[in-house]
């Protein structure tokens, strides 16, 4: 689906998308700084459906709903960069499941559950320590997060036959035809 405007029917998908991490905000994935959980999913299946920038608005949300039911326990300031990573990573993996779903979700789960945490080494207070204590519960819930939007959205392709995703493959998928009939003929 192609959204170029703020039509009605995309204010309504990205409204139940984010209902969804709402939700999701309250599976936990057990840690002990009670943030993960399965509130990317919508995220991820959003970005599949309605496209990056979409799927980026919802995770970025769901981060936010996922915070605020444990108490924002690394702050406020933190949580939103967690909730801008969670977003640029949530994009990416769009454009690259347009490409091959196992390398957008393999890319998405490193960089969620890898990347972004390791980030904060350098801060004080947080260390390798802290890296070490999330990473398991942070590659639980990122594999989680990302494997079920996928198999969501393989169940939902009938419903949303001009996804994102499929629509850009077809245009990638067009294009490769059209330069390659030009080099046969050459």
């Not at 991490?21 to 936990?28: D, I, W």
């Not at 801008?84 to 769009?94: D, K, P, Y």
């Not at 494997?147 to 939902?156: K, P």
Request: hydrophobic share 60%; aromatic share 12%; proline share 7%.
């Amino acid at each position: 689906m192609l959204y170029t405007s703020w039509t009605a029917r995309r204010i309504a998908y990205i409204a139940m998308f984010v209902a969804l991490s709402a939700v999701g905000a309250y599976l936990k994935v057990p840690s002990f700084i009670g943030t993960p959980a399965l509130d990317s999913f919508p995220g991820f299946l959003g970005a599949l459906v309605l496209g990056p920038r979409d799927g980026a608005l919802i995770a970025f949300l769901g981060h936010l709903f996922t915070a605020l039911t444990a108490g924002f326990p690394l702050t406020l300031p933190l949580h939103l960069f967690i909730a801008a990573g969670m977003a640029v990573i949530t994009a990416l993996f769009a454009f690259l499941a347009s490409y091959s779903v196992p390398v957008g979700a393999v890319t998405a789960i490193f960089l969620n559950s890898v990347l972004l945490p390791a980030l904060f080494i350098p801060l004080p207070g947080f260390g390798k320590g802290f890296f070490i204590a999330v990473l398991v519960p942070l590659l639980v819930a990122s594999t989680l997060n990302i494997l079920v939007a996928i198999f969501v959205f393989a169940g939902l392709r009938p419903v949303f036959p001009n996804s994102w995703v499929l629509a850009r493959r077809r245009r990638v998928k067009g294009h490769e035809e059209v330069s390659g009939s030009h080099t046969d003929r050459a």
